[in-house]
């Protein structure tokens, strides 16, 4: 006698539903419930497409699912400065463009198309995603989703950005008494004649501050960075050459012993905020001449007013006057003590210590064309390098 066929689904009669189990994109079972055969049908019929395309996504995922998950993996460590770098080349660059591609279907031409999208941008700009986009294909590779790196042959372009310009003294001793009494005055003060990083300039505090009867000087020893715009103050430093003493001049010397406190930070007393620096920072760029725009609020619209700043005219709340007709940014401050040291004959390997660059070549790359090339200049060593080799022999 032929047994009776099994029913198609198991009835589960104290819970009065009928059930299937079945194995999931992980390989455990999972319990499927229904009312009737024919709803738990069409509940089983999502569930198998839920479970191939999970299957596909852990497989072949999209871009930026593969992307969120390196970001998170490669930046845990990082220092913010570089975690944002990372995570602005994926966001605003790649993604745009490819991140809703499966990894396994990105093409070399696809990865062009990143570098097509960024043509007018910065050599510096292209470098920074083209070196993000190839470390994320490569860890893929290294991982075995993907067999080879779309990026491999991949090459940047891009412009090279415009050579910084130093500082004049004239240009100097404008700026300094244009902020001179105002919160922006240690800041500058500290740029000018210590040549610190911005970070190293706003994490100084007083017990770093040496201006007892020896050389005065400052010790480099923690910076302060933002992240969600908070202010983070540790001794992680750029490298390690950015731990330095350097000695400052007379100018400076005198003006820290005027505002000399017993403890917190140099500039602004306690660690600044983003916000709180870009107010400061404005207080150089309201003196600057040139046409300014400002909106205005109403209850209902939002005006626009221009207007042009002449040179030496007062300021519309008469407080100052527009002196400043150059530009001037917190890092061309560092690159006129820099220049500066170079131009006053300073040994490049002091000039290299000074700056707190982790390799010379930073300091070569950047400021040997200050060093004067003329005959008139190098007649002095030639003739002493083949003085020494003739008494040599």
């Known amino acids: 006698m032929a047994r009776p066929k099994k029913p198609k689904y198991e009835y589960v009669e104290r819970l009065k539903l009928y059930r299937k189990r079945v194995k999931d994109a992980d390989g455990k079972y999972v319990a499927i419930y229904g009312k009737t055969p024919d ?10 497409a839920a479970i191939e395309e999970g299957q596909i996504q852990k497989e072949n995922p ?68 083209l070196n993000t986009m190839r470390k994320m294909f ?9 067999t080879k790196n779309p990026c491999a042959k991949l090459k940047s372009g891009g412009y090279k950005a415009k050579e910084k310009t130093a500082l004049t003294e004239d240009q100097v001793q404008t700026l300094l008494q244009a902020v001179k009494g105002t919160r922006a005055e240690p800041f500058i003060m500290l740029g000018i004649y210590t040549g610190m990083r911005r970070e190293e300039i706003l994490g100084l505090q007083w017990d ?19 992240e969600n715009c908070r202010p983070v103050v540790n001794e992680i430093l750029k490298s390690d050459a950015a731990q330095r003493t350097i000695p400052i001049p007379p100018q400076l010397a005198d003006y820290l012993k005027e505002i000399q406190q017993p403890a917190g930070h140099v500039v602004g007393g306690e660690p600044l905020t983003q916000t709180q620096f870009k ?26 007013s221009t207007f042009t700043r002449e040179m030496g005219a007062k300021s519309r709340g008469g407080n100052f ?12 401050l560092r690159h006129t003590y820099i220049t500066n040291l ?48 003739s008494e040599a022999k």
């Open 342 to 389: 170079i131009l006053s004959g300073a040994d490049l390997k002091t000039v290299q210590y000074l700056a707190g660059h982790a390799n010379i070549k930073i300091t070569l790359d950047i400021y040997t064309h200050l060093v004067d090339r003329s005959p008139d200049k190098l007649i002095s060593e030639v003739s002493k390098a083949f003085e020494v080799k």
């Open 39 to 48: 709803e738990l049908t069409e509940k089983l019929q999502a569930v198998a």
């Open 279 to 304: 107010n400061l920072w404005r207080v150089v760029e309201n003196r600057r001449i040139g046409e300014k725009t400002y909106v205005i609020p109403h209850s209902l619209t939002r005006e626009k």
């Open 321 to 332: 006057y527009y002196t400043i007709d150059f530009p001037v940014s917190p890092h061309i």
């Open 208 to 226: 770093c501050v040496k201006l007892g009867k020896n050389t005065p000087h400052v010790i480099v020893k923690r910076a302060l960075r933002w």
């Open 62 to 129: 999209l871009v930026k699912d593969y992307a969120a998950n390196w970001l998170r993996l490669v930046t845990a460590d990082m220092k913010a400065k570089n975690r944002e770098i990372y995570q602005g080349a994926i966001n605003l660059h790649v993604l745009p463009i490819i991140g809703n591609k499966r990894m396994r279907e990105v093409q070399p031409d696809d990865v062009k198309l990143v570098m097509v999208a960024l043509a007018d941008k910065s050599a510096s700009l292209q470098s920074k995603v």
């Open 138 to 146: 490569e860890n893929a590779v290294d991982n075995d989703l993907l």
